[in-house]
């Protein structure tokens, strides 16, 4: 089994500041890969950043990164110099590579405002 | 361009009735994935199939069906056994040396309401 907390239901930052959104898991696979999607109001999902349970460095993609802490089991999306554009409800999943192969676990997600 | 297409976008059906969503990949991707989202809620799995004629329940398949004839092709059918259909559903697809480690891509949905 496989299982995203995300417990931040609404977050607001200020434009121009960095926002981090939280993210903890549970899976019984050793390996596995994590990942964050934003979903404006119009219903669509884009991916923004992948973080593999084995790679060593924390995963960068732009704006976004990813801190992720393996012990504690986190996977924190970071957001620098947030804009206007970035308000969103934004979900963490996770696809397990062993028993859970094939299987997307989503989170119930953060919605962020980024306030002028 | 390569991309997944569902059909209908809007989609309003009487109780009792049963309704099939659309979902085309041009993408040649092995696994294709139905869910459902409920207003302010997060992404929950119905059904997946990894391979042509062969599918899994997820998480919430009860009152649901599917079909994978083709590899470009994963409709569902909203049974009238569902019991509260009204969602937003979302199709995915994820495929080749990417499956485990690639991420998915969604079609722009279906909206289903129960009158």
């Known amino acids: 089994a496989q299982k995203i907390t995300q417990t931040q239901p609404g977050m607001f930052v200020q434009e121009k500041e960095a926002v981090t959104l939280d993210c903890t898991y549970d899976?019984?696979?050793?390996?596995?890969?994590l990942f964050w999607y934003k979903q404006p109001s119009s219903g669509e999902m884009i991916f923004l950043i992948y973080?593999?349970?084995?790679?060593?460095q924390n995963a960068t993609e732009g704006r976004y990164s990813l801190n992720f802490q393996k012990a504690r089991k986190s996977a924190n999306l970071v957001i620098s110099a947030s804009q206007l554009g970035d308000s969103a409800m934004y979900f963490c999943?996770?696809?397990?590579?062993?028993?859970?192969?094939?299987?997307?676990?989503f989170g119930d997600g953060t919605t962020l405002t980024v306030k002028p | 361009d390569g991309g997944i297409t569902q059909s209908p976008k809007y989609l309003f059906r009487k109780e009792g009735q049963n309704v099939t969503l659309s979902c085309e990949q041009n993408?040649?991707?092995?696994?294709m994935y139905w869910y459902r989202q409920d207003p302010g809620q997060g992404l929950r799995l119905i059904y997946y199939?990894?391979?042509?004629?062969?599918?899994q329940k997820g998480d919430i398949a009860e009152g649901y069906s599917v079909s994978r004839e083709k590899k470009e092709s994963f409709p569902l059918t909203v049974t009238s056994a569902q019991k509260n259909p009204t969602a937003f559903y979302l199709c995915?697809?994820?495929?080749?040396?990417?499956?485990?480690?690639?991420?998915?891509?969604f079609g722009e949905g279906s909206r289903l309401t129960v009158l």
């Open positions: 999943a996770m696809r397990g590579f062993n028993t859970n192969a094939g299987k997307s676990t």
């Open positions: 899976t019984s696979d050793p390996s596995y890969g």
């Open positions: 973080q593999g349970s084995y790679d060593q």
């Open positions: 993408l040649n991707h092995d696994a």
């Open positions: 199939s990894q391979i042509v004629n062969d599918f």
């Open positions: 995915a697809s994820i495929g080749g040396a990417a499956t485990n480690t690639g991420e998915l891509f």
